[in-house]
């Protein structure tokens, strides 16, 4: 994807260089609601984990409306209750978390300022972080947001029932997810090293005690 503008309204350097490497484009990092960019100058807005840490998420979106072209997009991931297959997903109700998102109030805030969803998923993790993926694109012209309100009783319903009883079922089997794969792919690495011959092993093996060590 050479060649694409892309704004970072908040990411840590070290995604951005990697991300500029990987695409050789033009990459911008700075303050969400505060964009030292121009108007108009961006095909994509890359807001990984940003909108629920701001005060104020509707001057950030304003902020990423004004410095996308016509036809520009955002990608948007923010942590979320709502379709939860874990424990977390109540654990994101913290005071570091000025706000919580599902697709619809996502898109109630965004369709304000002129985005329409091109897609979402709440499956853009294969581990047990249960995340709202989000990509809108910039039209121009304001939307009608109620039509993407909701019922405050049924999401208070759903974060005090659903929540808690989904996450008997599925916590079980997602939570700890990433940590089982480490475990596996060690297991499956350890089987490889005892099946070379002797004198390989041994050889080898003050190099993985080291790496081991090193961890």
């Known amino acids: 994807m050479p060649g694409i503008d892309v704004a970072y309204p908040a990411i840590e350097l070290a995604k951005a ?11 911008s990092i700075a303050n969400g609601e505060e ?3 121009e108007d108009n100058a961006y095909d994509l807005v890359f807001a990984h984990g940003v909108v ?9 979106v304003d902020e990423c409306r004004r410095v996308l072209k016509p036809g520009g997009r ?3 991931t923010v942590p979320t209750y709502l379709d939860n297959r874990s424990t977390v997903s109540k654990q994101w109700m913290n005071s570091a978390h000025y706000s919580l998102f599902t697709d619809r109030s996502l898109n109630q805030l965004f369709s304000r300022y002129g985005f329409k969803e091109i897609s979402h998923t ?8 249960d995340d709202l993926w989000h990509v809108a694109e910039f039209r121009a012209e304001p939307a009608d947001p109620t039509q993407y309100y909701e019922d405050a009783i049924a999401v208070q319903r759903y974060v005090n029932i659903y929540n808690p009883i989904r996450s008997v079922f599925y916590a079980p089997l997602f939570a700890g997810y990433s940590k089982r794969v480490a475990l596996l792919t060690g297991m499956v690495r350890a089987w490889g090293l005892f099946r070379q011959a002797p004198i390989t092993f041994l050889m080898n093996l ?3 005690l080291r790496r081991w060590w090193a961890r």
């Open 17 to 27: 260089n990697f991300a500029h490497q990987g695409l050789h484009g033009e990459f």
């Open 35 to 37: 964009l030292p960019l």
């Open 52 to 60: 629920q840490y701001t005060a104020n998420p509707q001057r950030l």
């Open 74 to 76: 955002i990608f948007t």
């Open 122 to 129: 709440y499956r853009g993790w294969s581990k047990e972080i």
């Open 206 to 208: 003050p190099g993985h």
